[in-house]
């Protein structure tokens, strides 16, 4: 009701030069580190004796290989997504719906947790010792032989695995807020229940659904990780590819080529989300007291087959995590059994260099990611100016890529004149601050829509400029957005891979590049236990973001610093 | 785990923080240079960790040279040389079989330079320019895993042919050629044991497509599985077989009769170096038995490119009776990108 | 009697317009000229979409004119932004900062005015035992009920000390008893603090309440100001008529006039009423009888029927059929016996006087 009919924000007096420099900063920050990257991309890939040409592009299109590695990405992707979101929409309506036990919820979030919080490849390498030809499930506890571990079923199941959770976030706020005098409505013009959660819960819920599957769809084409390890040679897919072509063949320019082929399916998950999540209802920060819909509505034994189910999927997920930390912690995986230190030990001495670069690097990215995700989120959310639009969408558009084009594209931007960062710190920093500050983006404007406007008219009709008015009133209302921004940039500084592979030098290198190293070097032992470590970091540094949180904001104001 | 001071950080920053911009060096202004680049020497090793630990710090302690070093696979390595080629970020390109330097060689990214051993090596262990030389050598065998042979009651393979045998269905793991160095060997062993003939040797690699598991992205990447009982068996260099023998896995090493090749480990100076007189004197070192004699008492399986350096009993017993053919390097060289093609076309992609 | 700072509103030929999807230009204020003399308490009442509070918004300066001129006190603040035109502003959803304490919301106008910390806190624990919230400084809105965050909401605006104060329809998201206190609470405010006040509603007791004077606007424009009594008693159009307390048009013919009187056709009976204009005969005017002017009673000059009956309390109101009309009729301290019920016939008779005469047309 305050917003009159028109009114455009309009900046008058001395907050205007300020806003003005704001956004001509952000847009240099995003021409320099978003768009003039993907311009030498380009330019290096099409590219022939110095002309521009598509015909690099039009070979890598009629290639064979190259199509069915494209076809295979798509149904992948496709696969995963949907594999993906139906666990997570069980996982997300159990949680919501079921009235579960504490100690039930609990073990729920934690698996949940694990496979957002892990660096690469665990999921993978735990498939492999449990599903092969003597894997422990297959062989020891099935009793097959030959089983085969190598192919479509791994690759679905280890992506889907790894990714559900992301579709479980997405969709547990958004069942949580189907308010239940819908479906109370509904139930007393006679439906069954299964009438009613056909009709009424399900279309609800189907914006979510469909964003969740995108957000699948998006996470799968840009994997290279997984199938580099499951997917055999039988299932060629286009990330792994550009990769191999970078560092198997030398070829910059064909990979980038494959590269740029990922573009279009990502360009088209990335509008098509926006058109959906667009229209989206966001629930309110001091919204009603949203009671829990009544679980007498889910037959009994219904909602035992959903505690059974998930329980079953979050049992084995702790099951990979644990075989992931007995890796760690014997002398030889599978030929010696010796419990042994050994391993933490050579990481913490030979791995330090590694341990030292990736923490450095992660705590200067989450300041830098969190202050850029809510000044962006407030300019996006909040202003109105020409070229509001664009900025948003050209400051996802690292976000949406596949890592393997930003790193790419970073690597060939900033090699040469007239900027060089390769070898450096910077490049890194920007690479994840630039490609991970969008949740953080999000999520602002996510919760500026709750913040109706009057609040700031009052600020204003109080006498404050526009930004006391931030600094005082929005900025404690979008804390929490600061710290999922913050939390998010930490988790994947530590745990990123296929951008950055490109981007580690001499003087830089992650820990997770070192796990990929140890796994080519077949040294188990240290490619868990630094995977251990990584997850227990991270583990301690998103529960202290919680804690901070907490402690800053007012009751009323509070989710967690994960849900993004 | 404390956070680590600033000058713990500043070790051994190379001078190219000069050339950064502004945001590069805003950055970098957190964490200080050092000066003093005579004293350490950047290099990227195909080598793993624990062999090429030892020798940099035995380098070290003989050169007062500090190496900062990471370790990458050979594909990758050379990738990065390549990509980092107006603004050289390593001076030596350390280990790695053979053909990855040829390659290497064959896109100008390396600098000649004929350390004092050259005249006392064989010609396959050096390039005529003196654009790489040989640290090492490094055959390759057969591993198998015994309680597999033992299950479908076969003896370790002593043939190319062996690897045929239907027992081996979706059993075999080894390495892409894509990617890494021991399957560019391989294929060039078989080629070399058909006599050149390419049609002949691609018949038998579609053949023994059949077999295979997977193409490993790594050279090594097959010998866990094998030895863990996940694969039966695989095509490996010396060096990583024994590794994961000594581990304590039960696999078998043998060699086919008709003979296997080997690729010579190297060791080249990267063109543009910013620290070229310290890497000069890495290479130096290291084609020398200075360098060399250190692989037997550090359990490194490679047999020494130089010499006068014995090769650990150890190991020459393992490779007692082994018909170790030669593969022609310049030959290798030149076909290496058409084969390899050829390869992805008709064996790779036929499975 | 005006407080010492507060100051006369002026709207010189102020326009408010926006650009409707279709892109055609749409005007929601049209060309309005307006006095608020310093310490009174005016009200712009009208429907909705009227322009109230776009004219609201546009004192306060949260939305610009696109033509016209806007003063406070002998300033023209037409192009001044929000924050320094030095009013205080209630919003109809409070708009209270949920992450601040009822005392730091309180307080949040006289920090951004860096007061000291002392004179702060007086004068924030003033405001509140003025507005009746003693005790409440330490909670959160959240923990508040509807009336006490608008009281929160109005000692923010307040305690600043505002040269203006404007209330953009405060009290509608309150239950109906909860109004009628909290509007006397802002009435009595306003006359102690004695600051300039525009308030803006679409209920119309409210409106005559609390009002020093009334601008009722309707489609853009002011259709006319005044006290309550002023348009109740006379309105100027149909449409303030119709929207101040209820009100019988009926339709007359004019038959004679004399001095200071007319005759009329109304209804079927003949009616005289006072009116210095001299109508000729046959002009069409509207009468405007309010229902508590119409007497019922079994004999009366007109014949009618009770359509229906409500009983509410204090009175009883009536929609009573004459022949070709309807009348709602009104009668307060209804007694016991001698009430009408639906379907009776009834006789009604039209007042001769506090009646209001409205050219047709």
Known sequence: MSAAIGARWQWRGADRPLRLALIAGIWILLIVFVLYPLARLFGRAFNEEGVFTFAPFVDALSNPNHLRALRNSLILATLVAAVGTSAGFLFAFTAERTN???????????????????????????????????????????????????????????????????????????????????????????????????????????????????????????????????????????????????????????????????????????????????????????????????????????????????????????????????????????????????????????????????????????????????????????????????????????????????????????????????????????????????TGIRTTVALLQQVDRSIEEASFSLGAGGLATFWRVILPLILPAFFAGLGAVFIRAMTAITATIFLVSINWTLITVRILENMTELSLGPAAAFSVFVIVVVLAVTSLLDVLLRGMTAPELRPSALET | MTFPDASEIGGSKPRHLSRRTFVGSSLAALLPGTAGAASTLNAYSIWPENYARPMMEAFEKASGIHVNFVRFSSGEALARVIAERNNPQVDVLFGGPVETFTAGRGKEVFDPHKPPSWSELPARFKDPDGQWTAIADDPLVFMTNTQFLARHDLHAPTSWDDLLDPAYKGMLQMADARTSGTAVTRIFSILQVHDRNEDQAFAYMKKLRQNVQVYTKSGGGGTLPVGLGQAGGGIFFIVDALFTKQKGYDVQISFPKEGIGSAAECIALVKGAKNADAGKKLIDWATSPAMQSLFAPNKINFIPAHPAVKTDPALASVLAGAKIIEIDEAWAGANRQRIIERWIAEVLNAG | MPAPTSAGIGLRRVSAGFRHPDGNEVLAVRDIDLDVAPGELLTLLGPSGCGKTTTLRMIAGFQAPSAGQILIGDRDVTHMPANRRDIGFVFQSYALFPHLTVRDNVAYGLRVRRKPAAEIAAAVAAVLTLVGLDGLANRFPSELSGGQQQRVAVARAIVIRPRV??????????????????????????????????????????????????????????????????????????????????????????????????????AGATMRVACQTAYAPGTRLWVIVRPEKISLAAGGSLPGEI???????????????????????????????????????????????????????
């Open chain 1, 100 to 438: 579960l036990a504490g100690g039930i919820r609990r073990l729920l979030d934690f698996t949940i947790l694990l496979p957002l919080i892990s660096p690469p490849f665990t999921t993978s390498i735990a498939f492999v010792f449990s599903f092969g030809p003597r894997g422990l499930i297959t062989h020891d506890l099935l009793g097959m032989q030959d089983a085969q571990v190598y192919g479509w079923n791994s690759t679905v199941a280890a992506e889907a695995l790894t990714y559900f959770p992301l579709a479980f976030l997405a969709l547990r706020p958004l069942i949580a807020s189907i308010g239940s005098d819908l479906e109370d409505a509904a139930f007393s013009l006679g439906g069954s229940r299964w009438h009613v959660f056909r009709t009424v819960t399900l279309p609800l819920t189907l914006p979510g659904l469909a964003n969740a599957f995108l957000l699948l769809f998006a996470a799968s084409l840009a994997d290279f990780a997984t199938p580099l390890i499951l997917a055999g040679n039988g299932l060629p897919v286009l990330p792994t590819d550009a990769y191999l072509q970078i560092t198997g063949m030398f070829d910059l320019k064909g990979g980038a080529v494959l590269s740029l082929l990922l573009l279009a399916p990502a360009a088209i998950v990335f509008f098509a989300q926006r058109h959906i999540v667009g229209r989206r209802n966001y629930a309110t920060i001091t919204g009603k007291a949203g009671g829990r819909a009544p679980h007498r509505r889910i037959a009994s034994w219904l909602r035992y087959a959903l505690w059974l189910a998930c329980i079953a999927l979050a049992a084995f997920i702790v099951y990979l995590y644990a075989l992931l930390v007995y890796a760690s912690a014997v002398v030889a995986f599978g030929a010696d059994a010796t419990p042994t230190l050994s391993n933490y030990r050579v990481i913490f001495t030979e791995g330090i260099p590694a341990i030292k670069d990736t923490l450095i690097i992660a705590l200067i990215c989450m300041p830098l990611g969190g202050v850029y995700g809510i000044v962006v989120g407030y300019l996006v959310g909040r202003m109105r100016f020409a070229g509001r639009q664009a900025i948003e969408i050209v400051s996802m558009i690292n976000y949406a890529l596949p890592g393997t084009i930003v790193g790419a594209a970073y690597l060939i931007a900033f090699n040469d004149e007239p900027i060089v960062l390769t070898g450096t710190a910077s490049i890194i920093v920007a690479c994840y601050v630039f490609r991970y500050s969008p």
């Open chain 3, 165 to 266: 104060l404007l209330f953009d329809e405060p009290l509608s998201n309150l239950d109906a008893k909860l109004r009628t206190e909290m509007r006397t609470e802002i009435q009595r405010l306003q006359r102690t603090l004695g600051i300039t006040t525009v308030y803006v509603t679409h209920d119309q007791e409210e409106a005559m309440a609390i009002s020093d004077r009334i601008a009722v606007m309707n489609d853009g424009r002011i259709v006319q100001i005044g006290t309550a009594e002023a348009l109740y008693r006379r309105p100027a159009s149909t449409f303030v008529a119709g929207f101040l307390g209820r009100a019988n048009m009926l339709p007359g013919i004019v038959r004679g006039s004399t001095s200071g009187e007319l005759t009329l056709k109304v």
């Open chain 3, 307 to 361: 359509v229906s009956r409500t009983y509410l309390g204090e009175k009883v109101e009536y929609v009573v059929r004459l022949a070709d009309q309807s009348l709602s009729v009104v009668r307060y301290d209804p007694p016991e016996e001698g009430g009408f019920s639906p379907g009776q016939r009834v006789g009604v008779t039209l007042p001769s006087t506090g009646v209001q005469l409205l050219a047709a047309g």
